[in-house]
């Protein structure tokens, strides 16, 4: 799909919902700061969630099927947000399903521009060899990925390889973890991990787990940019339904080709970066 850059009225809509500090995340510092252990601080990066929905709030056909919901328009303003962050995140899920390339194709998009790909796969269920994303790092047209995994006897550690970085998170309640078929690292922890590496803001796009369990953060999240898809994708779909209610506030919406782009903030106090 044809991806363009956005218009001066589009990028001034999405503007007030952008992390201001653009483009601070730096390889270098990022290998430097990850040797720091035991992070007690309480900062956090500058976090927006977003994804495509229908008009039933499903964002794919079905498990495990990749289903292009976006026309051209929101799809180069999903682009712009990928060049406006640090990092972009995703769950093992998305990547299984879709293989994303999880860089922006903008012709602006410079290589200093890319977002460093943030895949939490706490089991090691990716596939290294035939990735997209990786294939992509390889050919200098998006940054090599960082995989978070969980591990299991309670150590924190990093690892560069030559196609992926590897981030080992102990958690603070790793004992609970033991055992476990899919550990769950509290959003806390992967959060404060990026930003311990020098990671400011963070895109969060998918999947369905991880939006719907970040939705009932709304502490963590900074902003929220949906864009709505005028179909219907039907009860077979995969759907976005966090375990409590929420709303948001500050919202605005503007058209992006056939599809609707609605952006708000959620009322808690919001960090700053
Ligand atoms: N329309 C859209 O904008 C998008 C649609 N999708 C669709 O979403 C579907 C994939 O969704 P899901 O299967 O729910 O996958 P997902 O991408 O949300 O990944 C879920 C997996 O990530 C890991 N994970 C997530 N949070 C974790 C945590 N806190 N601690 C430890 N591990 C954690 C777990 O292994 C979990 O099983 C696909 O069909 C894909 O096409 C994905 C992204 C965007
Ligand atoms: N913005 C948006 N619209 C849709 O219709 C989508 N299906 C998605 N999915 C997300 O984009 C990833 C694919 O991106 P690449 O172009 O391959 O980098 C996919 O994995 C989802 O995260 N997004």
Redesign the pocket.
Known sequence: MEVNELSNAESEFLEPYLPTRQHTYDESVEAETARVEGDETDHFPFVTL????SLDGM??L??????A??GSESKSMTHHLRQRHDAIL??????L??DPGLNSRLPSALYRLQPRPVI????R?MNIKDSKVIRLAKMGEGKKPLL?H?DLNGKQYFSEEETCDRLHLATPISGELRGQE??????EY?LKSLKLRGINSVMI?????????LLAKPELVNSVIV?IAPQWLGRGG?GIAPVSTNGLVETAWQQFGADAVVCGRFSVAKRTI
């Open positions: 977003t994804y495509a929905s964002i794919a079905g498990p495990g099927l990749r289903t919901l976006s995703v769950g093992i899920g998305t990547v399903a879709d939490v796969d706490p089991s269920r978070i969980a899919r550990p769950e690292i509290p959003w992967i796009e998918g999947g369905a787990t991880v939006i719907s369990t864009t995969v």
